[in-house]
């Protein structure tokens, strides 16, 4: 005998689209400054003062990750914002 409290909570739901950043991304790298790029990731700094999609402060550089998982080492302590956008992590580092 099925009763509701045995039914599975998720059959029927459709899938979750990933959120994306109400942003145009390709924009927004186009208005920074290319600093890095290996296979792992690409940087950019932020010479023009862009705000962050996230918080609407003005972020120093952006850290774009090309895959999943990527591993980043921090050399000093940073406030991060972060978005995703096409599969891709967009980190957006603000010093104190």
Do not use: W
């Amino acid at each position: 005998m099925d009763t509701d409290a045995d039914a599975d909570p998720d059959a029927g739901a459709e899938a979750t689209p990933e959120p994306t950043m109400d942003v145009d991304t390709e924009e927004l790298v186009a208005s920074l400054t290319p600093r890095e790029e290996n296979r792992a990731i690409k940087s950019y700094q932020n010479t023009v003062a862009v705000a962050c999609p996230a918080c609407e402060e003005p972020f120093d550089d952006l850290v774009v990750c090309k895959g999943n998982p990527t591993s980043l080492n921090l050399s000093k302590q940073l406030d991060l914002c972060v978005g995703v956008e096409g599969g891709r992590a967009f980190i957006f580092p603000h010093r104190p």
